[in-house]
């Protein structure tokens, strides 16, 4: 059974960095796209970043563009989300997901496995 466990959350001033980690694990062989997703209390889920099954195309949030990127290590089968420039409103809960497609997606609705999320605090 294949599961998806987050990690590298914490706190963090704000300006500062953090990189988040997301293992898939239980399959040898992944061709699915990788997505981050982040919620806060009384919020949406909101689209951060994603990363087709090759790592060569990836989508980028609104809210995230110009501060934050996505990579993966293939033969880790481990996806990345490096975050620079945080800002209080960064503050949530991260999730990890898998889509149901090679092509990297904005909408959490074609992605059908998530991780139980990592916390991430900003303070100013």
């Known amino acids: 059974q294949v599961r998806l466990v987050e990690s590298g959350g914490g706190s963090v001033q704000a300006g500062g960095s953090l990189r988040l980690s997301c293992l898939a694990s239980?399959?040898?062989?992944?061709?699915?796209?990788m997505g981050w997703f982040r919620q806060s209390p009384g919020k949406e889920r909101e689209f951060v970043a994603a990363?087709?099954?090759?790592?060569?195309?990836?989508r980028i949030g609104d809210a995230a563009r110009g501060r934050f990127s996505v990579s993966r290590d293939t033969g880790k089968n481990t996806i990345f989300l490096h975050m620079s420039n945080l800002k209080s409103d960064d503050s949530a809960i991260y999730y990890c997901a898998e889509a149901y497609r090679g092509t990297p997606s904005e909408v959490s609705s074609d992605y059908n496995l998530w991780g139980p999320g990592v916390q991430v605090t900003v303070s100013s």
């Open positions: 990363i087709g099954w090759s790592g060569a195309s990836t």
């Open positions: 239980g399959r040898t062989e992944r061709r699915f796209a």
